[in-house]
Structures are given as structure tokens and as C-alpha cells.
């Protein structure tokens, strides 16, 4: 394919640089050589449930959701949550290098399954209280929600799920104290538009689980046909915070 005049005239002036070091690298989006081989990125492996890499003895399923099943359907990570990945989820949450959402989105894409036309799926991003909504200025889930979109054709609406009760950061807290912190926090409208449809949520980081969890009971009120989950990274073993 021939690139335009102008577009090479502006990767000449501005050529695109790894989203993780900054060098020069082909596209844009992309990772150089370096910093690509430094990302954990979950291929295959992996539970068939959570996404988590498997251990040891366990076959189709991890053992933390043979012993108790998430309330979501699956889950998917494009990454575990490591140097490389960990910087560029807060570089887009707090650095407001909304651009990151693209190369994100392309990695989360490529984990999305097929869906039969019946499915319907839907991508909803998890959301945030309209107070913090408003000081930050957007939200980074609907941002990779709509690059997803963008990329698979699959339908995204930051309209049905609504964050009701405002919440305090839970970083620091253990898995019990998060799920206590995010219980009830969630609400559905125009939930009679979701029924039978495969709602797939999307978030940027997925730690012990509580607020996709949370957004699932309050989703399942809709009675959706499958309730599952795309992040851009997964942090290794979660189950186990106590």
C-alpha cells in the first residue's frame, strides 16, 4: 500500500515511537524489538475462565475458579501486569497520554473470540463516578472501549452501566476490603436492551477481580446472554490477596 503524500511528510517530521521507550520504531502504535520482548503477554496457557496463566496440574480451569467460579463467563487480559504494562496503564490514567489507547486496544483486540451474529456482543466500559469523570476528564476504560470497537466492529455504548455510588481509590486495599468497597457501587439502565446479548466489559486493569465482579451481579439483572471481560492487563495470582 502507498502512503500518502502527507503521511509520510508527518512520520518524516513526527516519526512514531514505541509506546514503551519512545524510539523510533515503523508504525504507530507499536513496541520496538526491546521493549516487546519485555511484556508478559498472555498468548496461550491460560485459564479458560479468569485468563491466568495455568500452573502445575491445572488443566482447562486455574484452581481459584474450579474452587469458586467468577461471576463472569471469561476473562481476558492482553498482558500480566509488569513493568512495561504497568507504566503505560498509568501513562493513560494519570500521565493523560490518552494516544496510548490505541497501541492498548490493539493488544486487547487480538483476544477477543469470535461472535456469532446472534451473540449481539456489546463492549461497555467499566465506569467511573461522574465527580472523578469530570476532574479527570475522561474515562481511560471507554477510551480503550472505543478503540476495540473501532478495530473489531463490535458495538460499544458508555450508557448502560453506570457508576452510582462514589468510591475511594482502593489501591493499598486487600481483596475482601475492595469487594466491600465496590459493593452496590453499580447500577443498569435500559437494561431490556441488553437482554440475550454477550456484554463484554472492558477495563485497563484487572487486580483481584472486585470491580468487574461487581459490575457483573449488577448486570445480570438484565439477563444478558454471557457476561465476559477484556483488560489490558491482569495482575498474576490475584485470588490469593488476602
Not at 71 to 96: I, N, P, Q
Request: a positive charge.
Amino acid at each position: 500500500m502507498q502512503l500518502a503524500p502527507t503521511r509520510i511528510l508527518l512520520d518524516f517530521a513526527l516519526p512514531p515511537r514505541c509506546a514503551g521507550c519512545g524510539s523510533i520504531v515503523e508504525e504507530v502504535g507499536r513496541f520496538c524489538s526491546e521493549c516487546w520482548g519485555q511484556v508478559d503477554w498472555l498468548v496461550a496457557g491460560v485459564c479458560e475462565r479468569c485468563g491466568i496463566p495455568l500452573e502445575g496440574p491445572e488443566d482447562a480451569e486455574c484452581g481459584a475458579c474450579v474452587a469458586a467460579p467468577p461471576r463472569f463467563d471469561r476473562l481476558r487480559a492482553a498482558t500480566l501486569y509488569d513493568d512495561v504494562s504497568r507504566d503505560l496503564a498509568l501513562r493513560l490514567k494519570h500521565g493523560r497520554q490518552v494516544a496510548l489507547a490505541k497501541t492498548m486496544a490493539l493488544s486487547m483486540r487480538r483476544q477477543l473470540r469470535d461472535y456469532d451474529r446472534g451473540e449481539r456482543p456489546i463492549l461497555l466500559p467499566v465506569p467511573l463516578h461522574r465527580w472523578r469523570l469530570w476532574r479527570r476528564g475522561f474515562n481511560q476504560a471507554g477510551l480503550l472501549a472505543r478503540e476495540i470497537s473501532r478495530l473489531s466492529h463490535i458495538d460499544w455504548s458508555p450508557d448502560h452501566l453506570f457508576r452510582r455510588k462514589r468510591t475511594p481509590a482502593l489501591g493499598g486495599l486487600n481483596r475482601k476490603q475492595r469487594a466491600r468497597t465496590v459493593s452496590g457501587a453499580f447500577s443498569v439502565e435500559d437494561g431490556a436492551s441488553l437482554n440475550d446479548r454477550t456484554v463484554i466489559l472492558v477495563d485497563d486493569v484487572y487486580t483481584t477481580g472486585s470491580t468487574i465482579e461487581a459490575c457483573v451481579k449488577a448486570l445480570r439483572k438484565a439477563k444478558p446472554g454471557k457476561i465476559e471481560a477484556i483488560v489490558w492487563a491482569r495482575v498474576s495470582r490475584p485470588r490469593y490477596v488476602e
